[in-house]
């Protein structure tokens, strides 16, 4: 029985065992002088579910888990002698040949015979695995089932323990998430300390010179690779200012005329329409940066006597401002509608026009919300890479001039990781550092959203 067919057959139990209990608790409440029930009939048929399914998939996700582990070592056990003492990573060798046999993966013609019933017999120990799987799974499940379903009666406490069960969930997938916040900024941060022991971290932040490409041999130019990471930040820095400056005055002004000026039926258009930008893939965004934006660029340029690179800083800086319009308007437009509507009849009561009202009183009392919004839009600007590559370059020159090709530090970042490296190269290890810096920059412009926003909201009743 495959996995997935077995999940559908805990599903349709789990289903059937939801139906079983809630009719068990009308049954149990009809009865002759039968007391009140505790919950309604539905808690007792989706207590009677979650433990139909819950312990089966748990048991169903750890056997899965183990069960190439186990297997495995079952049938190393059987390698001939000579295998077995083999070092571990030839050893590793073999049981790939293994599994690529089993997968049919046939790497070879001619098979060791003990090679192939290795293989066989790990195709014999994974149809028993599956077929105990489906069964000890199956059984879990109704006898689960069955309990819960001769437990219930009026002084069953099914809506607490339902509850119980969601808010364990609950826990657990936040649990989870922070977890994995964890391992990823560890891993991250295990890297970079590795290529802190190699470079410097005063070079590293103050060089002037970005250069990761390390040559083979000790004796080739530029051997020694140069990681000053300077231009690539004010790269990062320039492109997402731009933005920035295409995308707040924008996406406020947008946010402030579809909350206070739009009848109903042009925001019912203009909304949609607005935050549509916001479902159009980043390389479209490039696309039109690249095919259109750029040209369009250095033709002006050109009829004013201006030298405009191909690639500019400009024009990433330009699409990546549209791309990020929907975020600060949907934001400032969802904080300014927050804002009670009797602040402004207030305002309107001492004599104030519509502009005045939401320069005095709307925008103030939404200010926080908006600033924490704009704070989060240059988070995504920052780590923006495909308009970059196609419309800014790769090119990491240090310069202030948005009309020259520059580079950021996502684009720098995949780069670096294309292809098949070796992570003992500062060039490889030099992506995990501006990976730190990146995750710290991003961290912080975050934290500084979160204190704007406390230190200032005030409450309106």
Known sequence: MTPSFLIILLLALSVFGYHAGRRRALSVAGEADAPKLHSRPVYYGILTALWCGIPAMILFVFWLAFEPAIITNIVVAEFPAEIK???????????????????????????????QSAADHYKDLQVVSKAALAVIALSLAIIC?????????????ARNHVERIFKYFLIACSTFAIFTTIGIVLS???????????????????GLDWSPQMAIRA?????????????????????SAIAMLVAAPLGLMAAIYLSEYADIKIRAVVKPLLEILAGIPTVVYGFFAALTVAPFIRNTGSLIGMDVSSESALAAGLVMGIMIIPFVSSLS??????????M??????????????????????????????????????????????????????????????????TVQIVTLLVGDQEFDSPKTLAAFALGLMLFIVTLVLNIIALFVVRKYREQYE
């Open 344 to 409: 402004r009849d207030g305002s309107y009561a001492l004599g104030a026009t519509n502009s005045e009202t939401i320069k005095q009183v709307v925008i103030p009392a939404a200010l926080p919300g908006i600033v924490g919004g704009i704070l989060l839009a240059v988070s995504r600007a920052i780590g923006e890479t495909m308009i970059v590559v196609m419309a800014a370059g790769l090119t990491a020159n240090l310069t202030l001039n948005p009309l020259k090709t520059v580079t950021t530090v």
């Open 188 to 206: 991250v941060l295990f890297e970079a300390v590795r290529f802190f022991k190699v470079i410097p971290i005063t070079d590293f932040l103050f």
């Open 219 to 239: 004796d080739q130019v530029g051997s020694s690779g140069a990681f000053g990471a300077i231009p690539v930040f004010m790269g990062t820095l320039m492109i």
């Open 85 to 115: 003492n083999l070092q571990e990573s030839r050893l590793n060798l073999v049981i790939n040949d293994v599994k690529n046999l089993v997968e049919g993966n046939i790497v070879s013609s001619e098979t060791k015979t003990w090679l």
């Open 333 to 342: 437009d969802d904080v300014i509608n927050a804002v009670p509507q009797s």
């Open 145 to 157: 089932a069955l309990v819960v379903w001769r437990k219930i009666s009026p002084q069953l406490r």
